[in-house]
Structure formats: structure tokens, C-alpha cells
């Protein structure tokens, strides 16, 4: 079992950063790929960025590229995701998961999930 933590949410204007926060309950978190996803209203959970085992390996959907940065800190036990120029249109619940190893972009192949923080951006 991992319980993850996200922390970091808030309200900020358009063009503004955020860093969001996850933090794994697990000892082993270094085995586990991390992705984060976002849900806004009337929509489906999608994709926003994932990252392997060690770091090595990210990927991202093609809305955020260039903007958001996925990264880990094994030794913390915290995966982070830095975005920046953000748009009214990132605003959404945001999730963090994980999965042994590798990533996907496939939200049904993440076995735990943490409980979201809320992302909002004013134009």
C-alpha cells in the first residue's frame, strides 16, 4: 500500500507559477513511476506528466510541454511539478499517482492515487 499527499494548490493569476508536491508514505517510493493527472470540471481525468523509477525517463502531454516540469526526490520520497506560464485553461484538481517502474500516459494503470489539490488560474 502507498499513500500519497499532494500539497501546493492554490489560486494564482495567469502567466504566474505553482509547485505542486506529492509525498509517498512508501520506504520503497524509488521503485515506483510517478504521474500527475488533472480532472477539471465536467471533464475527464487527463494526463499532464510522468516520470520513472530513477528520474531518467518523463513524459508529458503535449498541452504542458514546455511548461511544467516533472521531477523526484528519491531520497525525500516526493515527486514535484513545477509549472510555470500557466493559462486559465490549467485550472483542474490535480493527481498524483504511482505504478511500479514505468511510465505510461494510461490513468487506469496507476494502482494508488492521492486525494488531488485544487489548481485555479485567474485571467
Known amino acids: 500500500q502507498v499513500h500519497l499527499v499532494e500539497s501546493g494548490g492554490g489560486l494564482v493569476q495567469a502567466g504566474g507559477s505553482l509547485r505542486l508536491s506529492c509525498a509517498a508514505s512508501?520506504?520503497?517510493?524509488?521503485?515506483?513511476?510517478m504521474g500527475w493527472f488533472r480532472q477539471a470540471p465536467g471533464k475527464e481525468r487527463e494526463f499532464v506528466a510522468a516520470?520513472?523509477?530513477?528520474?531518467?525517463?518523463?513524459l508529458y502531454a503535449d498541452s504542458v510541454k514546455g511548461r511544467f516540469t516533472i521531477s523526484r526526490d528519491n531520497a525525500r520520497n516526493t515527486v514535484y511539478l513545477q509549472m510555470n506560464s500557466l493559462k486559465p485553461e490549467d485550472t483542474a484538481v490535480y493527481y498524483c499517482?504511482?505504478?511500479?517502474?514505468?511510465?505510461?500516459?494510461?490513468?487506469?494503470?496507476?494502482?494508488?492515487w492521492g486525494q488531488g489539490t485544487q489548481v485555479t488560474v485567474s485571467s
Open positions: 512508501r520506504r520503497t517510493f524509488s521503485g515506483y513511476a
Open positions: 516520470i520513472n523509477w530513477s528520474g531518467g525517463s518523463t
Open positions: 499517482a504511482c505504478r511500479p517502474l514505468t511510465t505510461t500516459q494510461v490513468a487506469d494503470e496507476y494502482n494508488y
